[in-house]
């Protein structure tokens, strides 16, 4: 298959669109979250991970894998939520030199709560938004680009392209 080098019209239209659709989607979440919950977007996703582990603990290389984050940020994140009491930390027996992070009671109730009003949201903001047709075809197309990217979602960045403005 001929590689092209540019997108057509359509193509950035498209794309813009999907770009802004996915990028108000997260921030509405997020403020939802934030306002419903005082959790952030990012707290959820750890504390849900957790959550759904077996025996609700994880190690921070896990909660990483899990989320698709980078452990240097999980690890600041945790620290963080610790902080605030919605994270404990205990140490691994199998490995000295790692720990399990799980939920403290008010972690759990963050979790809880969150998930309720969050639940909500994603059905008022995206599939109340969408016929379960058009909800069909997106996981069939969503499915199509996660296998095209394949893993090279998994591959390191070089530290040097940190000030690299991204395409959109």
Same mark, same amino acid.
Request: aromatic content about 6%; overall charge negative.
């Given at each position: ?81 610790? &902080? ?81 403005? &991204?395409?959109?």
């Amino acid at each position: 298959m001929a590689e092209q080098s540019a997108l057509s019209d359509s193509e950035v239209e498209v794309w813009r669109t999907f770009y802004s659709m996915r990028r108000t989607l997260d921030r509405a979440l997020d403020l939802q979250l934030q306002r419903d919950s005082q959790v952030s977007a990012s707290e959820y996703e750890i504390l849900l991970a957790i959550n759904l582990a077996p025996g609700r603990q994880l190690r921070v290389k896990d909660i990483a894998g899990t989320i698709g984050w980078e452990k240097s940020r999980v690890s600041h994140l945790i620290a963080r939520m610790e &902080k605030r009491q919605l994270l404990t930390r205990t140490e691994c027996e199998s490995d000295a030199r790692g720990s399990w992070i799980g939920l403290t009671a008010d972690g759990r109730r963050a979790v809880l709560g969150a998930t309720r009003g969050h639940v909500a949201a994603i059905r008022r903001y995206f599939f109340d938004a969408i016929g379960e047709d058009e909800a069909n075809q997106l996981k069939s197309m969503a499915t199509r680009v996660v296998e095209a990217i394949g893993c090279a979602a998994d591959e390191d960045v070089p530290a040097d392209v940190g000030d690299v403005e &991204k395409p959109e």
